[in-house]
Nanobody, 126 residues
Framework: QVQLVESGGGLVQAGGSLRLSCAAS????????MTWFRQAPGKEREFVAG???????????HYADSVKGRFTISRDDAKNTVYLQMNSLKPEDTAVYYC????????????????WGQGTQVTVSS
């Protein structure tokens, strides 16, 4: 079992930055693929970025086209934490951001994840 807790959301002006954190409890954190999704009001949950676990080290980082060059995902396995650094934020980035984990490789499909956090709200004003 893995429990995930996100933090770091908030209100920011367009062009600003935020760093989200997702702290995990449980064993073998480094074996999990860790992924950020987001969901805006009235829209489906969408993939943002994912980072592979140690067994998939040759397939490490994935990003949605809409965030490439602006967002960076990273993980600190010693702290059981994954981060999402978000720069050059746009109003269309406004959403609830969720952290998710699965035991195999990164997937862009929410239904393929076993574990989810409660979400953290990110609001970007224009």
């Amino acid at each position: 079992q893995v429990q995930l807790v996100e933090s770091g959301g908030g209100l920011v002006q367009a062009g600003g930055s935020l760093r989200l954190s997702c702290a995990a409890s449980g064993r073998a954190f480094d074996s999990y693929a860790m992924t950020w999704f987001r969901q805006a009001p009235g829209k489906e949950r969408e993939f943002v970025a994912g980072v592979a676990g140690v067994a998939w080290s040759g397939d490490i980082l994935h990003y949605a086209d809409s965030v490439k060059g602006r967002f960076t995902i990273s993980r600190d396995d010693a702290k059981n934490t994954v981060y999402l650094q978000m720069n050059s934020l746009k109003p269309e980035d406004t959403a609830v951001y969720y952290c998710a984990a699965r035991t195999t490789r990164v997937s862009g499909t929410p239904g393929e994840y076993n574990y989810w956090g409660q979400g953290t709200q990110v609001t970007v004003s224009s």
